[in-house]
């Protein structure tokens, strides 16, 4: 019987035993065939899993660090938004930004030779009053303490509570519009058909005068607009506004 001989791409009987010994399964980490709970690789896996809680650890701490953060950043907008109306009016009142006038314990104590004419507006919005000034205006030396008067009339059947806002036009002129008294200090309260005179004692800064922006002045417009007082509205707030529902000039 012929001899088979095997085909040029077959191995032989002999290096496919040598193949396949198990000296021929190792590795730089040992046998190919080792247990894979042997020590190599179960201390891989142990120092992985301490990586992981450590990662996670990590995590956790920045979530926290985040979440605290984000409560503090509310916490700080929510103090500023209870901040912001009395900051906004002691910035008015400071530079008499948006015609705002300003608040004076004293007298000025001079008197300039130059006259100026102030003119009075009174207005209201949402609120049941009469209110009006007792003279349109005065012409008075810049400097001179002066005093005039409003009117308030309740033509509501129940009492009410009002508040005033007030400015001067040019708005410029409301860092040298100084006042000594005024109703728009506090609220004003008339119980039905109550009317009330309620006085404004002022004077003009003498450093108006020095103004680049107010040279030449002659005339100042003092200006009120009553609200309710569960409608407060910004310390400058100006004549102008479309919800004023009745002026007087």
């Known amino acids: 019987m012929p001899r ?32 894979p709970f042997s020590t190599g690789r179960f201390e891989d896996r ?22 605290v953060a984000c409560v503090g950043f509310f916490a700080g907008m929510v103090g500023m938004a209870y901040a912001s109306v009395p900051l906004y009016r002691l910035f008015c009142q400071v530079t008499g ?3 705002t006038t300003q608040v004076a314990d004293a007298p000025t104590g001079v008197v300039l ?40 009339r309740n033509m509501t059947s129940q009492t009410v509570t ?49 103004s680049e922006e107010l040279e030449g002045i002659s005339a100042i417009t003092l200006s009120y607009t009553f609200f309710p007082v569960d409608e407060p509205k910004p310390v400058a707030q100006t004549v102008t506004d479309a919800d004023v529902t009745q002026t007087i000039q």
């Open 4 to 35: 088979r001989r095997p085909s040029a791409g077959a191995p032989s009987p002999s290096a496919w035993c040598w193949r396949h010994s198990p000296s021929s399964y190792t590795s730089a980490r040992g046998p190919r065939w080792a247990s």
């Open 46 to 67: 142990v120092n992985m899993t301490n990586a992981m809680q450590d990662n996670t650890s990590a995590n956790r701490r920045s979530n926290v660090v985040i979440a």
């Open 97 to 99: 930004y948006g015609g």
């Open 113 to 152: 030779d130059r006259d100026i004419t102030v003119r009075f507006d009174a207005n209201t919005s949402g609120i049941g009053w009469e209110f009006r000034p007792l003279q349109r205006s005065v012409t008075i030396p810049i400097g001179e303490t002066t005093q005039i008067a409003y009117m308030a």
């Open 162 to 210: 009002g508040t005033a806002t007030f400015n001067v036009t040019p708005q410029a002129a409301g860092a040298y519009f100084n006042k000594m008294e005024c109703f728009c200090f506090t609220e004003q309260t008339l119980a039905p058909g109550e009317e009330m005179e309620m006085p404004v004692v002022f004077f003009v800064d003498p450093d108006i005068v020095d």
